[in-house]
């Protein structure tokens, strides 16, 4: 094969063999397209949604620029990721996915437009950043386009676009390292299930390599605000109450409810460390719990744009800590709150630590794991 050829075969349909309808419990399923490929260009793949279903999102997308070929699996696979978390977000927000994972997210803060709520979510991250996903909960207007277009991105989602906005997505003149960009309007998030007591419209599905099915509830969240978060306490058999010393702030709190619901959609082990409404690091994929910190400090360090101190921000994980080690590892940075879900037989020293620091701990009574 050339080194032309390895560059087509990005750009080339893989074609496959797929019905235009199928049925899983007793709900029918209609080809929407063939993607371009599935998750690798070798895999042929295609779009389905529930035949006359109310109330779809990605399933009625519309879209506006193709770019090379059109969507792949893992386009979809990133919006999908994309829009559960910022279904959740109540003020203009934007989320750069990358391999299905945000690389970086931000939410309106004292009033900056959208173009700057955009840069941050990039500049969290701007190295993973390149040939990301960008999407947004709000309409995208000139000057936000206008920025996107200074670096690769693979696509935008929204649920609208400015004419302005979609003449720059289209101006191959004056931006042709981008112009393959694709553009998708997808329908509002709002009408979504996010809570506990929501009625989901889909189950999750796995499916094995040997055809093998596990069918699950999705993910519904019992955090409808930062009322739901429970200070962290401790009844230990020999040591007795431990209580967390130091309430959370309100700007905390914020920041806390913020991160954990980035973390909904972070690969576990995942850690999501914020502050002032933006993601200074996302730690990702790990295996074990202190290494998602660590991980997340370490990024935060080297590729977040001007972070010399990580004090004041906060952190949430997906997972109870095992160990005081995991803790100590975010405190030392200068991380001055912490939201996880509670449980762990070593609650009481986790609590510890963070007293011995000043800072505050608040239980989410969830898990939110994703094993994607």
Not at 176 to 201: E, M, T
Not at 252 to 275: K, P, Q, T
Request: proline share 5%; net charge negative.
């Amino acid at each position: 094969m050339s080194e032309k050829d390895l560059k087509a075969m990005y750009r080339t349909r893989t074609a496959g063999q797929f019905p235009d309808t199928f049925t899983v419990m007793d709900k029918v399923y209609e080809k929407v397209e063939d993607l371009r490929y599935g998750t690798n260009p070798h895999q042929p793949a295609a779009f389905y949604r529930p035949a006359g279903g109310a109330g779809l999102v990605l399933g009625a997308y519309k879209m506006l620029k193709t770019g090379k070929s059109g969507l792949s699996q893992t386009n979809l696979e990133d919006m999908h990721h994309a829009v559960g978390i910022l279904k959740y977000m109540e003020r203009p927000t934007c989320a750069v996915m990358k391999h299905c994972n945000p690389s970086g997210v931000a939410t309106e803060h004292d009033g900056i437009p959208l173009v700057a709520i955009y840069q941050r979510a990039r500049d969290a991250d701007a190295q993973a950043a390149f040939g990301s996903v960008v999407a947004f909960n709000t309409e995208v207007d000139a000057d936000t386009a206008e920025e996107i277009m200074q670096t690769i991105v693979e696509g935008v989602v929204a649920p609208g676009f400015s004419e302005e906005a979609l003449a720059r997505f289209n101006d191959h003149e004056r931006f042709k390292k981008n112009k393959d960009i694709r553009i998708v309007l997808a329908p509002s998030f709002d009408g979504l299930p996010k809570y506990l007591g929501d009625p989901p419209n889909a189950w999750e599905m796995k499916v094995f390599d040997d055809g093998s099915i596990v069918l699950a509830q999705p993910y519904l969240s019992r955090l409808r605000s930062v009322a739901d978060f429970v200070p962290a306490y401790n009844e230990h058999p020999k040591k007795g109450r431990m209580d967390i010393a130091r309430q959370a702030t309100s700007r905390e709190l914020e920041d806390l409810l913020f991160a954990w619901r980035v973390n909904l959609h972070v690969r576990s082990n995942g850690v999501v460390i914020a502050r002032n409404g933006q993601t200074l690091a996302v730690g990702t994929g790990e295996q074990d719990r202190v290494g998602a910190v660590q991980q997340a400090v370490h990024k935060a360090a080297t590729k977040y744009k001007g972070t010399e101190s990580l004090e004041g921000a906060v952190m949430a994980s997906d997972g109870f800590f095992p160990f005081r080690d995991a803790v100590d590892a975010a405190t030392d940075r200068g991380i001055t709150a912490i939201a996880q879900p509670g449980g762990s037989v070593n609650d009481y020293d986790a609590i510890a630590a963070c007293n011995e620091k000043q800072a505050a701990m608040v239980f989410t009574l969830e898990r939110c794991f994703s094993h994607h």
